[in-house]
């Protein structure tokens, strides 16, 4: 069994911040609100959390204002940030944004603070501090997801309109994965002394 996750000693330490623990601004959510379609706009976003930003869209860039808490207390912020475009094959352009601080291209900038890319942000995505057990049961379910055909939960039984080759394919992984498990459960409790 693999070493990683989120035991203490094991793979990169659970201690970074996920990217669940910031305030995410997509590019995409402000084309979504219609905010590139003309030569100035002014988009609110809001968070489950009460956090609200307003873009100003101006040409090639956009200014985030947005409150955020220091250690010290809440300061406004008004940061401007660049767009870059690159050429899709059949036409028009994708947006990116330019991270401030780095300058690179990334879809997405973190307010933890000051706005930034994930690594400028010093954020980790969840699934980075998953140990082999935690993957092998994302495995699991996105095999589950394919299975079932959309219907939500898989009966064992061939989605209508699926390949036949490729149910006993995903069936086979499907049954790997739980043995997997099951053989790292019986190398756990042999460890420490228990009998299955």
């Given at each position: 069994m693999s070493r990683g996750g989120s035991r203490y000693g094991a793979g990169r330490p659970a201690s970074h911040l996920k990217t669940?623990?910031?305030?995410?601004?997509?590019?995409?959510?402000l084309q979504r609100h219609g905010a590139f379609e003309c030569?100035?706009?002014?988009?609110?976003?809001?968070?489950s959390n009460g956090a609200t930003m307003r873009?100003?869209?101006?040409?090639?860039?956009?200014?985030?204002?947005?409150r955020f808490k220091f250690s010290e207390g809440w300061r406004d912020i008004s940061k401007r940030v660049a767009i870059d475009r690159t050429p899709c094959h059949y036409?028009?352009?994708?947006?990116?944004?330019?991270?401030?601080?780095?300058?690179?291209?990334t879809a997405s900038l973190y307010l933890?603070?000051?706005?930034?890319?994930?690594?400028?942000?010093?954020?980790?995505?969840?699934?980075?501090?998953?140990?082999?057990?935690?993957?092998?049961?994302?495995?699991?379910?996105?095999?589950?997801?394919?299975?079932?055909?959309?219907?939500?939960?898989w009966n064992y039984r061939r989605p209508k309109g699926m390949r036949?080759?490729?149910?006993?394919?995903?069936?086979?992984?499907?049954?790997?994965?739980?043995?997997?498990?099951?053989?790292a459960l019986a190398l756990f409790a042999a460890r420490w002394g228990f009998r299955l």
């Open positions: 669940g623990a910031a305030i995410r601004v997509g590019v995409r959510d030569a100035a706009a002014i988009v609110g976003l809001n968070w873009a100003h869209v101006e040409g090639d860039s956009v200014t985030l204002e947005y036409g028009g352009a994708r947006l990116w944004f330019l991270c401030p601080r780095c300058q690179g291209r933890r603070g000051w706005p930034g890319c994930r690594k400028c942000s010093r954020l980790v995505y969840p699934s980075q501090s998953d140990d082999a057990l935690a993957r092998s049961w994302r495995r699991t379910r996105k095999l589950e997801r394919r299975l079932s055909g959309g219907t939500g939960e036949v080759a490729t149910f006993e394919r995903l069936k086979a992984a499907y049954w790997r994965e739980e043995e997997w498990r099951d053989d």
